[in-house]
């Protein structure tokens, strides 16, 4: 980068060209005060209240960039008494009352306040009332509460890539809406609750930690996701001296940048599954509860004449230990190989030029992967070919569409691809051969489990064996209706369903956010995942009965 | 010893910046011995101050004609006036009720709250009106020194009393400038 010479407050200093005031000033250690800059989105310079002054005349420093002979001026008395007005009026606007708004504490606008000694307003407050919008499910938006500095509506497009809010109107009257004015919750939304996140004031609140106190009654923990294998970074807003997750934010110096999708932000916290209790052996009379010392004399004697099968949900701790006591009559219960293997990455997603998506609704599932797909495709820096014959919400943004047995045909017409990734989860055989022939093609395999990596690199494959005994550890307990009939079957896992009673010994482990350990994510690499909360009920550390039996075992 | 008289009135609050007043507690003692008078306040339930009260400590938004009317007085008794408490210094939670119309309001608390039998909006001739909108007591008299907060602390009450008896502007920083 070419450097030039500028003048801040009087000094002169060298200065890389193409970066903005604000940017030169914060690498100097010189404070300007902002709002609606919000460093990984594009500056926009909606608030005014960074304003500096450049030979005379006002400039905002977040949108303007350094240029030769600029003499700036940071804050003198004529910047002073403008920020000060511009925070005057930003406060008389709308409903700025902090006492009785849930973002008093984390708000930036209050911030300002403080930061300026503002102790009164000097203008009249103006009153309008704009309508609350109440429809999302995990989401509240009250306009009211807006200083318009239109953080949410860069960070849905730029970053989320969803393209769903906007504003509508002009000057007092603007409003942030979603889609074309249609509520939050009948809107094309996917719930990745990043407007959440980056808004300033209490305008985009999440409804599970409204009114649940200030960011500083919190503990914040960073730690990965594990609902999907792209295991995206977080952080994780625990209430000091409790037992309770407040709210989940995405981590904004990791691979994810901030974003997160409904699975991560919200399904994680909202959908609470009903769980097993307490430990519970099946005999004559049904069952009855069972104890620590219980549980590994059954499996003990037990162990000889059995198979074991995993899913995907367990951590490589876990799964180490398992292959330590069982050895080789592990088996994974479900089919984990990729179709064709993955040699691509995250970031090559982010850098690529042409996707295929095939058979995967982005927008539902993966949601942090189709977030760097359709931001590409939003800015025009991309295309989208879709291959799904069953409904896929990213219908609507691909370039082009076509049904999942038109793979050949399409991709025939597609002669000017650039060496496209193909994102996939399962693929047919036919399939399979159809996209191997292309040599330009690169592949992105998402696993359905979340450690199904983990599994491959433990050598645990998918079969299916008889026994007389089954042991089964893992959530997904859809595989092992059928082969569990004659056997004695022990269940290790967190949820109660409607078929658990069919087994013979259960087991409730930890679950969620009571358990840490380490996974592989898509890339390959080995993620981590803290332990926040404290099971509320009678389960068991599965590393500990794990443990226990390789003691008695050596016995 | 010059005494310094201050008065004190409670519009539409809820009297917790008078608790917080009181909050000072021995310190109250000391502000009295460096001559702080204690003059018409709801805590002496004397209704009317001396004309020549020096300082005036405001709580409350206003929000009927009576409240207008009191801190008219208040202006005119008092030769500083202080603001005190969100409500007084920006017009507070009382200006939810601005974001409804007062009929309506009235209606949803007398009548048609779950725990009510038969209710009545009072009428009684001796009640304020509402003023259409609740505004901050700087909306309506020119106000020297404000306090925000809800309530705002003991100490910020203690920091910019003592500072006008000391015969210095006091300024709210840090700790002392809270909007809640």
Redesign the interface.
Known sequence: MEKIKIKINGQEVEVEQGKTILQVAKELNLHIPTLCNFEPLLPQGSCRICLVEDRGKFVTSCTTQVAPNMDVKLDTPDVIASRNLILQLLFTER?H????CEA??DCEL?KL??EF?L???EF??Y?R?FTVDNSHNYIVIDP?RCVLCRRCVRACSQLAGHNVLGEMNRGIDTTIIADMNVPLGESSCTSCGLCVQVCPTGAITDKRSYYFGKDIQTEEIYSNCDQCPVGCGVKIYKKKGSNFIVKIYGDFDKENEGILCKLGRYAALFEEKSRLTSAKIKDDFGFKKIDFDGIIKTINEKMEDSVVYVDGSLFNEELSLIKKVFKDRVFSLYENEPPIESNVSIDDIKSAKDYIVIGVDLNREYGVIGSFIKRKIFSKNGRLILFDSNYNSLKNVANYVFGIDELESGLEKLKDLDSPIIIYKNLSEKETEILSKNKNFRFFYLPFETNSIGLLKENIKHKIEKSKNIIFIGKNLQGLKDIAKESFTIVFTPYETDEINKFDLLIPINDGFEREGSFYNVDGKVINKAKVLDSKFETFDLKAILEELIKVKSL | MKKIKIASIWCEGCSGCHMSFLDMDERLVELINKGLEINATPITDLKIPDDDTDIGLIEGAVATDHHEEEVKMMREKCKFIVAIGDCAVFGGIVTMRNYIPTDELLKRGYIETESTVEGKIPTSPELGKHLPKVKAVNEIIKVDYYIPGCPPSADAIYYVLNEILEGRKPILTGDFLKYE
């Not at chain 1, 009352?97 to 009785?100: E, G, K, R, T």
């Open positions: 409903n009352y902090c006492m009785y008093s504490g209050q306040g403080y000694g102790d009164h307003f009249e407050t009153e009332k009211n």
